[in-house]
Structures are given as C-alpha cells and as structure tokens.
C-alpha cells in the first residue's frame, strides 16, 4: 500500500634575483645587548622555577574526581510532535467516514490504490479527541492514540438497536520539517487500562453546616457557579479567581464538606486549610449534576477566604493509608 506524503591552478614562480648582502657591521649599542641578553636569561630562570613550583604544589594536591557524565534533561513534545495529534484525529475522522465511492478527505492522507480497501458504507463516529502521543526514538515517527464513539449493533439485542462505545485507535505519523505523513491505515487498541485500586483523599474531617469554613465555601461556590453574590468579598487578595460568566447553573447546593484537618471559627491570619466540596447543581431547564471542588482556604482577620481552585485533590500518604480510611460519603439526592 502506497501512502501520500502531505508536505512538501597555480603557476610557477619566477626566478628570484640575487639579493647583494650588507657589509657586517658592529652594534651600535653593545651595552644594551648584553643588557638583554642577562634579561632573557633571568626570565627563562625564573620560568622554571614556577614551573617546579607549581609541579610540586600539584602532587601536593588530592586527586580531584572525574567529571560526572551530563544527563539529558526530558524535555517535552516538540511543536511539530504536538501537531501530529490533530493531524493523527483529521486522518481517524477521515477514515471512519469514508467509503469505496467516496473516500473523501482521506485522500489527503493515502494513495488512491488504497480506497479499494475502504468499506461500502461510512461509520458514524463522533466526539474524537487525542489519547496520547508518544515519540519512537531515533525514528522521527509519534504514536497518536485517537479516542472515538462509533456508532455500532447491539448484538445482544432482538430490536436491532445501536449504541455508542468508546472506541481507541494507534495512528503512526512520520514527522519531518517538510510535513507529516501518516505510515498506515489506523490501527484498533484496546482502551487505557484502568487502575480499579481505590483512591484514599486527604479530606478525613467534617466540616460542618454553620461553621466560618463551610460558609465560605457555600458563598464562593454559589459567585462562582450559579452568580449569586459577588465573588471578590470570598476569595483572597491578589487571587486570579473569576466567576464563571454567563453562569452556567441556576441553582446550586452544597451537600458535603470534607476538610484535610479541622479548621477553627477563629482562624490566625495566614492559617490555611484544604477542603473537598460536593455540590448539587441546576441549569434553568431543570438539569441537574453533582460535582466536586478541591479548595485551598487561606485565613484573614479572623475568617476564611478562598485562595485557590485546586487542580487535583489531595491524596492521603502511603503512611495515610495504612490505616482504615474515611471513606468519601456519597452526596443525598
């Protein structure tokens, strides 16, 4: 199968003339040659005995340790490697969609001999996104997992009903500075392997209703989320925390507040707490989700401001966890 590329003498001298040589003559300053002569002695005296000097000082020394070997840092994807993941989704999208008679955009990416291998009807796929892009070494080719629900038959099923399953595809792409060019027909994975071990957080105190803490979080979660009130008058100074504009909910509940350690109703100014919000949200139209917050709370005259909406939750430590967890509670509905 062929796959199109997407990018782009010298002369002789002459003879020389006798040259007449001048008559010797004596030095017209005998003195200062001798001068110069005792100078140059001294120097070249005292030359080695730095040199003896410095040998000696050397063997004095300890023997100074080799140089350790450099160690390449890692460094990330390259720009051109990053791009390969959409290129890697368009060609997947491409593929799915495409069918003997009309091949469509994956003609872009293989030869047109290779259509001959496509199916008679397209594949209804949506929601494609990049699974992972990992370099082959020394080989100027990436690995692109690209991840899409297809639409396929139940085949447990006597109504000929469809459904949708996640679905992982491998697509190599040759990376070069006059383009990228994909090296196969996407491949079928299997899916990410999942960790069933379960997660131990931090969060292992209550937080109670009617506490300075809860309130907080109760009052920055409703600016935040649904634009009720506003938000600077519960975060901390000098924080980058901006409401969600337009509000996305209508109607927010908080429903559980776990915490990393009890936090006091009188708080020292610069006392901090990390705590882990469950909330019940509505759109307008009665939609409802249940989500989680990780916050960070920072203390200021006497009472808790919000300082920062975590990027992860806190796990508990190995240590933690040795002993029976707290489990997270499950919110009521």
């Given amino acids: 199968m062929k796959f199109r590329k997407t990018a782009a003498a010298s002369a002789g001298p002459d003879a020389a003339a006798p040259v007449a040589q001048p008559a010797a003559q004596g030095s017209s300053w005998s003195h200062g040659r001798s001068l110069s002569q005792k100078a140059v002695t001294g120097l070249l005296y005292l030359g080695l005995a730095c040199g003896v000097l410095a040998l000696g000082m050397q063997l004095l020394l300890p023997p100074s340790k080799p140089a350790a070997a450099v160690v390449a840092a890692q460094t990330g994807l390259t720009v051109q490697q990053q791009e390969a993941g959409a290129y890697a989704t368009s060609f997947v999208g491409a ?119 809860r309130t907080t979080v109760e009052s920055f979660l409703g600016a935040y989320l649904a634009g009720s009130g506003d938000i600077t008058r519960v975060i901390s100074p000098g924080s980058t925390i901006t409401a969600i504009n337009p509000a996305p909910y209508q109607e927010l509940k908080v429903t559980d507040v776990r915490s990393d350690r009890t936090p006091s109703d009188s708080p020292a100014n610069g006392d901090v707490v990390h705590v882990f919000a469950t909330a019940d949200v509505s759109s307008a139209t009665g939609q409802r989700l249940t989500t989680t917050y990780a916050l960070t709370l920072t203390a200021r005259d006497g009472r808790w401001e919000t300082t920062s909406v975590d990027l992860a939750p806190q796990e508990r430590s190995k240590e933690a966890t040795s002993n029976p967890a707290t489990p997270t509670p499950t919110p009521s509905h």
């Avoid at 003997?100 to 290779?114: K, T, W």
């Avoid at 009903?161 to 079928?188: E, I, Q």
């Fill in 95 to 213: 593929w799915l969609g495409a069918t003997r008679q009309q091949p469509g955009a994956l003609l872009d990416y293989i030869d047109d001999s290779a259509t001959s291998l496509l199916s008679e009807q397209a594949w209804a796929y949506r929601d494609l996104s990049v699974v992972s892009i990992d370099p082959i070494e020394d080989a100027g080719t990436v690995s692109v997992v690209v991840a899409a629900n297809v639409e396929e038959y139940d085949m447990t099923s006597d109504q000929g009903t469809t459904f949708w399953p996640r679905r992982y595809f491998s697509v190599a792409v040759r990376v070069s500075d006059a383009g990228m060019t994909v090296l196969a027909l996407p491949t079928p994975v299997a899916a990410p392997a999942h960790d069933a071990s379960t997660v131990q957080l931090s969060y292992t105190k209550t937080v109670s209703p009617n506490t300075s803490a």
